[in-house]
């Protein structure tokens, strides 16, 4: 029995219909659906060379750090910033919401399990895509209620004018494709690293380290409705969890050996993490 769905074919962007094993389109044009659950919608001229996004080894890393729990305080936060939202609209309806970005589901499948205990929500509509198709993987393993896609941001296979919300995570964007495909005046969450963030971390890997320049900005088409910032301190204890911490980050790239050697020998780790979230509407 087919379902339709909010995904778009990528090759003539026509609406997606999920069938048994497939999605297909009107045109004839199918992608089969992963043992997972998810589709892959990345054609290869969305993509450059080599395997996109983040790789397993990192996807693994910022899975079990935070399924630790060290970024739950922010995920709260970031929960309650896009249910403030969803209470301006009307609930006696299906809630349609895109993490762009999602990584590993993480805060994809937080946000749901949120949702679900608000009274008046009839339905949630939820999408996950991510350029990693490892960790689209481990995204799909952790809520089948969400369907989730290997997709660029840049080229997001999401029907136009079908999203009440779009969830952006420290994730590339394309704000021309965010507002295509948002809902008049529907709501683009943003959340970006403050300038503090991970600072004890960088002071352990580098002699000089500097803050953060300022990230999450957002062009034309969009009106800043709030912004407000998560700051806490977080302490690592084993040498597991701090190397998972540097994995996840973009420091594991472009940092020499011999200091990630150094810091592989620590046993406890106090960090400040800092996170800016702003909350636009689409003009």
Same mark, same amino acid.
């Given at each position: 029995?087919?379902?339709?769905?909010?995904?778009?074919?990528? $090759?003539?962007?026509?609406?997606?219909?999920?069938?048994?094993?497939?999605?297909?389109?009107?045109?004839?044009?199918s992608y089969d659906i992963a043992r997972k659950g998810y589709?892959?919608?990345?054609? !290869?001229?969305?993509?450059?060379?080599?395997?996109?996004?983040?790789?397993?080894?990192?996807?693994?890393?910022r899975r079990d750090f935070l399924n630790k729990g060290y970024?739950?305080?922010?995920?709260?936060?970031?929960?309650?910033?896009?249910?403030?939202? $969803?209470?301006?609209?009307?609930?006696?309806?299906?809630?349609?919401?895109?993490?762009?970005?999602?990584? %590993?589901?993480?805060?994809?499948?937080? +946000?749901?399990?949120?949702?679900?205990?608000?009274?008046?929500?009839?339905?949630?509509?939820?999408?996950?895509?991510? $350029?990693?198709?490892?960790?689209?993987?481990?995204?799909?393993?952790?809520?089948?209620?969400?369907?989730?896609?290997?997709?660029?941001?840049?080229?997001?296979?999401?029907?136009? %004018?079908?999203?009440?919300?779009?969830?952006?995570?420290?994730?590339?964007?394309?704000?021309?494709?965010?507002?295509?495909?948002?809902?008049?005046?529907?709501?683009?969450?943003?959340?970006?690293?403050?300038?503090?963030?991970?600072?004890?971390?960088?002071?352990?890997?580098?002699?000089?380290?500097?803050?953060?320049?300022?990230?999450?900005?957002?062009?034309?088409?969009?009106?800043?409705?709030?912004?407000?910032?998560?700051?806490?301190?977080?302490?690592?204890?084993?040498?597991?969890?701090?190397?998972?911490?540097?994995?996840?980050? !973009?420091?594991?790239?472009?940092?020499?050996?011999?200091?990630?050697?150094?810091?592989?020998?620590?046993?406890? +780790?106090?960090? %400040? $993490?800092?996170?800016?979230?702003?909350?636009?509407?689409?003009?």
């Amino acid at each position: 029995m087919s379902k339709k769905s909010l995904f778009q074919c990528p $090759v003539c962007s026509n609406a997606l219909v999920q069938g048994e094993r497939q999605y297909f389109c009107r045109k004839g044009h199918s992608y089969d659906i992963a043992r997972k659950g998810y589709v892959n919608l990345l054609l !290869p001229s969305h993509i450059g060379a080599g395997d996109p996004g983040d790789h397993k080894e990192m996807i693994e890393c910022r899975r079990d750090f935070l399924n630790k729990g060290y970024y739950e305080i922010f995920s709260d936060h970031l929960n309650e910033a896009l249910i403030s939202q $969803v209470s301006d609209m009307d609930k006696a309806k299906e809630i349609c919401i895109l993490d762009a970005g999602c990584g %590993e589901g993480y805060y994809t499948s937080r +946000l749901r399990n949120k949702l679900l205990t608000i009274d008046g929500i009839d339905a949630i509509n939820m999408y996950g895509i991510d $350029v990693s198709k490892a960790a689209i993987h481990y995204a799909s393993g952790r809520d089948k209620n969400i369907r989730f896609a290997v997709a660029s941001t840049y080229h997001t296979p999401i029907l136009s %004018e079908s999203m009440d919300t779009i969830l952006c995570v420290f994730a590339p964007r394309d704000e021309q494709e965010f507002s295509r495909i948002l809902k008049p005046s529907g709501k683009l969450i943003i959340a970006a690293p403050g300038a503090r963030h991970l600072l004890g971390l960088k002071k352990a890997l580098y002699e000089e380290s500097s803050f953060i320049g300022q990230k999450g900005t957002v062009g034309e088409g969009f009106e800043l409705l709030k912004q407000f910032n998560v700051s806490y301190d977080i302490h690592l204890k084993g040498s597991e969890d701090i190397f998972n911490l540097l994995m996840m980050t !973009p420091y594991s790239r472009h940092t020499d050996q011999d200091a990630v050697e150094d810091l592989k020998k620590l046993d406890k +780790l106090d960090t %400040e $993490v800092d996170f800016n979230i702003m909350i636009y509407q689409k003009i």
